[in-house]
């Protein structure tokens, strides 16, 4: 997940380099979310794993 997010991240740079800022705006809206998921995900099976 946070390879995908990684991904979107440079997409969105590489998008707003090239002028186009709505495609980069979308990219990353999409990383933001991906990265917020994962570290909800993180804090959950961490949590489990110490019980």
């Known amino acids: 997940?946070?390879?995908?997010?990684?991904f979107f991240l440079?997409?969105?740079m590489i998008a707003y380099?090239?002028?186009a800022r709505g495609i980069a705006?979308?990219?990353m809206e999409i990383a933001k979310?991906?990265?917020i998921i994962f570290v909800i995900l993180a804090i959950?099976?961490?949590f489990?794993?110490?019980m």
């Not at 997940?1 to 990684?6: F, H, Y």
């Open 44 to 46: 959950i099976s961490i």
């Open 33 to 35: 979310w991906l990265i």
């Open 1 to 6: 997940m946070v390879g995908l997010a990684i």
């Open 25 to 27: 705006g979308f990219s």
């Open 17 to 19: 380099i090239l002028g």
């Open 10 to 12: 440079i997409l969105a």
């Open 48 to 50: 489990y794993g110490c």
